[in-house]
């Protein structure tokens, strides 16, 4: 079984930026690849950014340019670096574990102001 837990969340100015972190514990062996998602009040969750076991990753054309997955294999940690983040950035992000038994963290709240 694996367990997440993300942090790093908050309220921010737009033009400014966030790091956000995802502990992972547990069977980490098995895990194929992390994701981030989000989910916007009223809106459904989207993937953000993917970053695979072998190292490979994707972000969606939304954010593409201004975030960044990452990983410290030492750490047993990803994080999800936001830049220049938008008002439309704002939502709860998630954190995900492609396994066979998937797995989600909370969530953490990021909120950007106008």
């Known amino acids: 079984q694996v367990q997440l837990v993300e942090s790093g969340g908050g309220l921010v100015q737009a033009g400014g930026s966030l790091r956000l972190s995802c502990a992972t514990s547990g069977s980490i062996s098995s895990i194929n690849a992390m994701g981030w998602y989000r989910q916007a009040p009223g809106k459904q969750r989207e993937l953000v950014a993917v970053?695979?076991?072998?190292?490979?990753?994707n972000v969606a054309d939304s954010v593409k340019g201004r975030f960044t997955i990452s990983r410290d294999n030492a750490k047993n940690t990803v994080y999800l670096q936001m830049n220049s983040l938008k008002p439309e950035d704002t939502g709860v992000y998630y954190c995900?574990?492609?396994?066979?038994?998937?797995?989600w963290g909370e969530g953490t709240q990021v909120t950007v102001s106008s």
């Open positions: 995900h574990a492609f396994t066979l038994r998937p797995v």
């Open positions: 970053i695979t076991s072998g190292g490979i990753k």
